[in-house]
């Protein structure tokens, strides 16, 4: 039944959640602003400044210290070029298009929720004198992410809060997939690749900036480094989607993906990280398309044919 047959009360509920949804846009497009304001204006003060000094990095291992350097890289530039707006009305027009707002609600309050978070918690913070890094954990670390919380990342956790209005009362007919398990196997596979590229690479240069960094500035290293994550993923049985039971199968067959489709998916990874600002910015694409996606599939994904499926056995 359409919208008119459901009488004052469902056309009341329909006017709602647009004007959440507007609201909501209007809301992540504050955040953006704010974050200009603290990149090139003078009004807001830096808070910290990306990269490590010393061999100590944040005062972790380098395996945490290039996590939080490509969180912080990856979060200024979202935030910076406007994806929490673009994020809130692309998911707007995808709960319109297909009628369920539900999981794409959940996506994307999840990934502003995300983007609230690291943006205080992956700087590196200086002390006082200028000098040294504050050890990540730290007392002194946490009061000064604490007192980096500010306005933007208020506005995208409103803004969150209102997309999960808008959506509360929406449908619930995709099925929600793994998202959270292929995240935690992306964390996974992503210390372990970082733990050896500094292993066997840290005399050229260490990943405390992160992968991202270390792919872009260290050119011969960068060659066998990326061949080092072809063949580690080009199997798609990771150590990562072995521990959150996980595999990659053909979208259409169901079944092991043959040679051809390993590697296209294999080679995302490395060869977008290898392009300077290019690629982060495709990366953050190819994400970001699970976020619509009916079967949260990303980007290459779809390009390869293949989907991650629960491995129940």
Request: net charge positive.
């Amino acid at each position: 039944m359409g919208t008119h047959g459901r009488g004052p009360r469902g056309r009341r509920a329909c006017l709602g959640a647009a004007g959440a949804w507007a609201a909501a846009v209007a809301v992540a497009a504050y955040a953006t602003w704010d974050a200009w304001q603290v990149e090139y204006g003078s009004s807001y003060a830096f808070f910290g400044c990306i990269g490590s000094f010393g061999e100590t990095g944040f005062g972790l291992t380098a395996v945490a210290s290039a996590l939080l350097g490509d969180a912080y890289e990856v979060t200024q530039l979202a935030v910076l070029w406007g994806v929490p707006s673009i994020l809130v009305l692309a998911g707007s027009l995808m709960s319109a298009v297909t009628g369920n707002g539900a999981v794409v609600g959940r996506r994307v309050a999840g990934l502003l929720v995300l983007l609230a978070i690291a943006g205080p918690v992956s700087p590196s913070y200086m002390r006082e004198d200028g000098c040294s890094v504050m050890p990540v954990l730290s007392g002194e670390w946490f009061r000064t992410v604490l007192s980096a919380y500010g306005p933007a990342q208020s506005a995208l956790l409103g803004s969150a809060l209102l997309v999960l209005l808008a959506t509360r009362t929406a449908q619930d007919t995709w099925p929600s997939g793994s998202t959270g398990r292929r995240a935690a196997a992306f964390a996974i596979d992503y210390a372990i690749i970082a733990f050896l590229l500094d292993l066997f690479a840290v005399r050229l240069s260490g990943v405390q900036y992160g992968l991202l960094n270390w792919f872009r500035v260290n050119e011969p290293a960068s060659l066998l480094g990326a061949v080092a994550a072809f063949q580690y993923s080009l199997t798609g049985l990771t150590a990562g989607k072995r521990l959150m039971r996980l595999r990659v199968v053909s979208a259409g067959t169901g079944h092991r993906p043959g040679r051809s489709r390993a590697a296209i998916r294999a080679l995302v990874f490395p060869a977008l990280v290898c392009v300077p600002e290019f690629g982060l910015v495709v990366l953050l694409v190819d994400g970001l398309w699970a976020t619509a996606d009916p079967a949260a599939r990303t980007l290459h994904d779809r390009l390869a044919g293949t989907r991650v499926v629960r491995d129940l056995l």
